[in-house]
């Protein structure tokens, strides 16, 4: 995956979460392998995706890439996100607590809404309901 740092490198600076591959996103993979047969033919959001690791097995089980929209909200760790989906899926800047991505996609109903590690900021937890809250809805299109 490009773009990963150690831990070690961001111990006592979280600027930057996104580079870097925590203990929560291997639990997500392994929960998502095991449920895929589940999972398949949802539509699927990732919030926070940073590297891209759970969008990558995520992908593996998909239909169509149209299914999936793999998200972060820094531009730095999109750049390497990007990169590392080797265009199987769909990769978007998506800051939460706004209803429209700075890419200009509005945010639609989706089945399936997931993250790991997301929630190192107490003043990020508030957005990030309202963004889940929001893409959970019916679409208003």
Same mark, same amino acid.
């Given at each position: 995956?490009?773009?990963?740092? %150690?831990?070690?490198?961001? +111990?006592?600076?979280?600027? =930057?979460?996104?580079?870097? &591959?925590? =203990?929560?996103? =291997?639990?997500?993979?392994?929960?998502?392998?095991?449920?895929r047969?589940?999972?398949?033919?949802?539509?699927?959001?990732e919030?926070?995706?940073?590297l891209?690791?759970?969008?990558?097995?995520?992908?593996?089980?998909?239909?169509?890439?149209?299914?999936?929209? %793999?998200?972060?909200?820094?531009?730095?760790?999109?750049?390497?996100?990007?990169? =590392?989906?080797?265009?199987?899926?769909?990769?978007?800047?998506l800051?939460?607590?706004?209803?429209? %991505?700075?890419?200009?996609?509005? &945010?639609?109903?989706?089945?399936?809404?997931?993250?790991?590690?997301?929630?190192?900021?107490? +003043? +990020?937890?508030?957005?990030?309901?309202?963004t889940?809250?929001q893409?959970?809805?019916? %679409?208003?299109?």
């Amino acid at each position: 995956i490009q773009g990963f740092a %150690s831990k070690t490198v961001l +111990a006592g600076d979280l600027q =930057n979460t996104g580079l870097t &591959l925590w =203990n929560g996103s =291997n639990a997500l993979c392994d929960y998502l392998l095991d449920h895929r047969d589940e999972l398949k033919g949802k539509k699927m959001l990732e919030l926070g995706a940073g590297l891209g690791l759970c969008s990558i097995v995520t992908s593996t089980f998909l239909d169509h890439k149209d299914d999936f929209l %793999s998200t972060d909200g820094d531009w730095e760790v999109l750049e390497l996100l990007r990169r =590392n989906s080797d265009d199987c899926f769909h990769v978007q800047q998506l800051r939460w607590g706004e209803e429209e %991505s700075s890419a200009g996609g509005r &945010l639609g109903h989706y089945d399936v809404v997931f993250g790991s590690d997301l929630t190192y900021c107490p +003043a +990020a937890i508030q957005p990030l309901f309202f963004t889940i809250a929001q893409c959970m809805s019916p %679409s208003r299109d």
